[in-house]
Structure formats: structure tokens, C-alpha cells
């Protein structure tokens, strides 16, 4: 089948044609993200491969549809760029990869939890520097602590399973509850029971209306004073300007981001020659508690492997007429 790929780097195009080795498929490349602007680029293809940060919303897709696609295959897991009504009303089928790899994401999780107590990025620094002085360092033990969980499909499970091993009481909170984690010793609550109770807070929820900036200004005071919350869900889940007032105020205690709600014009490009014009990010990393990554928690090459061949073998499936395993529709998704 022949697909244009969007958004894609030197590694897409690396794990995208190995896997293809197995499916045949014409892949064109496009380093472009979609957009409106864009969309003329996948004229005359029946399949079109997008990325977190492709812009999918009613004008794109009446586009893409009147160009003769036919498919749209997300090459992630997350739908909340896609308008999935508009894409039910063209006749549009969408396939996205749910689970490719939930270790790199729960690993990822951790690892900006562990460097984010003990100021490891700071510590880095210092001794680089040749300042072996302590000072500003200090952390605690996880040991003890309560952690709460937002969301407990595969990746939310693994990290509830991780700080279980920590020595760490977990509780959890999700609309239906997941009986593996339960057999970790994981105690479902009410999401202000969490808010109120948990020294850490852990977002692994998708985007969707209700839970579009979940962690606002009514969550924010809820919680511990000093509470720690990390995000390698979606930028949304998290209203950053709150965040921000609670970070100054004290009421955050420190905060680990892999995803920004207004990432599409920064992340996966080099902008180190720039002047960042997003106010509200840069002042974010004046903060010597706030620890972002760059939308990095699913990059290791065990889940580019995975995300590549469950792609292609979704459009393989919809090329045979097959119902493709990743298909989401709007009403699924209700």
C-alpha cells in the first residue's frame, strides 16, 4: 500500500524500513508535520501515517479524503489529535498502536521521579564543574511514601507495580479497575481521596474531555503541600498556568514533564539556536524543581521496533479487509 509518512526523523525511517522488509508496503517520507498547509503532500495516497503532534482535525481530514485516503494510521497510541466524528462522517478508517511498549514509558516515569528527588540533572552539573558541595541536593526515600496512580491500563500498571517494589503505598484511581494491579496490593479510590492522600502524583490517562486539564486549578488544591507530579501522558491532562502558580507558591513540590500541551512547535526539532517565544514553557525551566524531557519516554529501540510493525501490520490488515487491530472509532472511544 503506498503511505505517506509524516513527521518523521531519521529514526522513523530507520525502524519504518526494516519493518517493512516484512509488508512491502511504499512508504514516501515526509519530515513535515500534517497540517492544513501540508496536507497536499499525501495527494494520491490511500494511506497516510501521522504522529502525536500531525494536526488531524475536520479541515485536514475533509482534505485527505477528497486527496482519496482512505486511511489514517497513527504510528502511537494516543487519538486526541484525531477528530474521530469528522473521520467516521469521510468514510475515514484510523488505527493507531495502543501498547507498543509500556516498559519505556513506566521505566521513563520512574527515572524522572528518582532524578527529580535527588536533583541528579543538578548533581550532574555541579561535578562537572568540580562542586562536590551537597547543598540543594537533599531528597527523600521513597520507602513509605504514598504514590498515586491516574490511570491503570498497561503503562499506569507497571509503574503502580514498580513503586509497589519501592516499598511505596499505591493507590489508584481509573474509571474501571484493573484486577492485576489490584494483586499488586494497589488500592483504588476516588480522584480527591488520591489528590488529598499521595506524596507523588502519576499521570498515565488519555486525553479526552474529562480529563482535559485534569490537574488544574480544583485539583491543585486538593493535594499535599509538596507533592510531586509527573506526566508522560498527554500535555493536556496538566493546565500548565496553574501548575506554574502552584510550582511558585510551593504547592507543587517538584515536577517531571515528557509531554506539554503546547509541545506541537517545540519538541522533535533542534531549537537550541532559537528564542523559545512560548513564554509559559520557558519560565517553567527557570524552576530548579522542574525536570521536562522532550517526548522521550517511548524512545528506546525495543518500542520504534514495535511501533513500526504494529503500524505497518494495521495497514496490512486494511489492505486485505481485514479489521485492523489498532482501529478506533468515535463511537469506541464514548
Not at 278 to 298: C, E, K, W, Y
Amino acid at each position: 500500500m503506498k503511505v505517506a509518512v509524516f513527521s518523521t526523523k531519521s529514526y522513523d525511517r530507520e525502524f519504518l524500513a526494516a519493518a517493512n522488509g516484512e509488508f512491502g508496503h511504499e512508504l514516501v517520507f515526509f519530515e513535515p508535520r500534517l497540517t492544513w498547509q501540508t496536507s497536499p503532500l499525501a495527494a494520491g495516497f490511500p494511506a497516510v501515517c501521522a504522529f502525536v503532534n500531525d494536526q488531524l482535525d475536520a479541515h485536514v481530514l475533509v482534505t485527505l479524503a477528497k486527496q482519496s485516503t482512505r486511511l489514517i494510521a497513527m504510528r502511537c497510541a494516543g487519538f486526541n489529535n484525531v477528530d474521530l466524528r469528522i473521520a467516521d462522517e469521510m468514510g475515514l478508517t484510523v488505527v493507531r498502536v495502543p501498547a507498543y511498549s509500556p516498559h519505556a514509558v513506566a521505566e521513563h516515569t520512574v527515572g524522572l521521579m528518582l532524578a527529580l528527588n535527588r536533583r541528579l540533572y543538578k548533581a550532574y552539573n555541579r561535578v562537572r564543574e568540580g562542586n562536590f558541595a551537597l547543598e540543594g541536593l537533599l531528597g527523600f526515600e521513597f520507602y513509605g511514601l504514598t504514590v498515586g496512580v491516574i490511570g491503570t491500563g498497561k503503562i499506569g500498571a507497571l509503574v503502580a507495580r514498580i513503586m509497589r517494589g519501592f516499598g511505596c503505598e499505591v493507590l489508584a484511581c481509573d474509571v474501571a479497575k484493573n484486577a492485576e494491579v489490584e494483586a499488586y496490593g494497589v488500592s483504588y479510590v476516588k480522584l480527591d481521596d488520591l489528590l488529598a492522600r499521595s506524596d507523588v502524583i502519576t499521570l498515565h490517562c488519555p486525553l479526552v474531555p474529562d480529563t482535559y486539564h485534569l490537574i488544574g486549578g480544583s485539583a491543585l488544591a486538593k493535594v499535599k503541600r509538596g507533592v510531586m507530579i509527573v506526566n508522560t501522558s498527554r500535555g493536556a491532562l496538566i493546565d500548565t498556568r496553574e501548575v506554574v502558580r502552584a510550582l511558585k507558591s510551593g504547592v507543587i513540590g517538584s515536577l517531571g514533564m515528557d509531554v506539554y500541551e503546547e509541545e506541537a512547535d517545540l519538541f522533535f526539532q533542534d531549537l537550541s539556536d532559537r528564542v523559545i517565544q512560548d513564554d509559559t514553557f520557558s519560565r517553567m525551566l527557570t524552576f530548579p524543581n522542574v525536570l521536562i524531557t522532550g517526548h522521550q519516554a517511548f524512545f528506546t529501540r525495543n518500542a520504534l521496533a514495535a511501533i513500526a510493525h504494529e503500524t505497518l501490520g494495521n495497514i496490512a490488515a486494511f489492505e486485505k479487509g481485514e479489521p485492523p487491530p489498532g482501529r478506533i472509532t468515535a463511537e469506541r472511544v464514548r
